[in-house]
């Protein structure tokens, strides 16, 4: 229920995501203090009632240490229901039609949208490497990462839990790919991508050993686990900047991935060594 209501009302708000997830949390808040009130005044807290409660608190505190993973799979298992009945248009797998692919009728064309859990097996992985066109036949067109749109992403775009990934096919192509997409790994043992994941934007500092290199020789994915999902220039905004684009001083760079791998490219960015502990060098290309 939180999740639903947050969802309904965040919805059209300028910043939506974080609004949602202050809305949801807020509500689980209330409710459990709710329940706490409630069993309060059903249960006396006097002699050996307060030692049961006392005693169901720990017992609740320790099936949660226990069972946590357990706990995140049936949430996220439980979220991408949600979100495919809340998702504008559409019921079940079936695609919504955009505006304007109305003309292309004959050629039974459909784009539908679906969120990644955040257990999600394709997480961390790659369009290449997903090869869902090659797999299912439909083509990712679109993806939305915190509120920004990376219209007609590059091979190499990693997704994330919590991307909206925008499909192009026929109905039962994008369904398909949606299910595949939506799919739940419980048994996946990487706490690294368990962390939260982030934007941030990290101002590029004077005298910063970045300074003229481009993306690729710096390779933040490959030596941070970063994504560079956007650069801020002045008045301009490069939105998923291509591997040839240079830092220049005074950019503020638009990064994605967790808190630790983001310190870490901060720190390199200021003169730190960051993950590494050699030097960068520049890659002859």
Not at 246 to 261: N, R, V, Y
Request: hydrophobic share 45%; proline share 5%; charged share 20%.
């Amino acid at each position: 229920m939180a999740i639903l209501y947050s969802e309904v009302t965040a919805r059209g708000h300028a910043k939506e995501a974080k609004l949602r997830v202050f809305i949801e949390h807020g509500l689980k808040f209330i409710a459990g203090m709710g329940m706490f009130v409630w069993l309060g005044t059903v249960l006396p807290v006097e002699g050996m009632a307060r030692g049961l409660m006392v005693l169901l608190a720990l017992v609740a505190v320790i099936a949660i240490v226990v069972l946590r993973r357990k706990f995140i799979y049936w949430h996220s298992e439980v979220e991408v229901e949600i979100m495919s009945i809340l998702a504008p248009g559409t019921t079940g797998n079936s695609a919504t039609q955009a505006p304007w692919l109305s003309s292309r009728g004959e050629w039974n064309l459909a784009v539908m949208d679906c969120v990644l859990p955040d257990l999600a097996e394709c997480r961390g992985m790659s369009i290449r490497d997903l090869a869902l066109r090659t797999r299912l036949g439909a083509t990712i067109v679109g993806v939305e990462r915190q509120g920004y749109l990376i219209s007609l992403p590059n091979p190499q775009t990693q997704l994330f839990p919590r991307d909206k990934v925008l499909l192009m096919g026929t109905p039962e192509q994008v369904g398909n790919a949606s299910t595949f997409l939506q799919r739940v790994a419980v048994d996946r043992q990487d706490d690294a991508l368990l962390d939260e994941v982030r934007i941030e934007k990290l101002p590029l500092p004077e005298g910063s050993q970045a300074l003229g290199l481009t993306l690729a020789e710096i390779a933040p994915s490959t030596r941070f686990g970063v994504q560079v999902a956007g650069i801020l220039r002045g008045e301009q905004k490069l939105l998923n900047p291509p591997a040839s684009e240079a830092l220049c001083a005074g950019d503020e760079i638009l990064c994605l991935g967790g808190s630790s791998q983001i310190a870490a490219f901060s720190k390199w960015l200021r003169g730190g060594q960051g993950l590494g502990s050699t030097p960068l060098v520049r890659l002859q290309l």
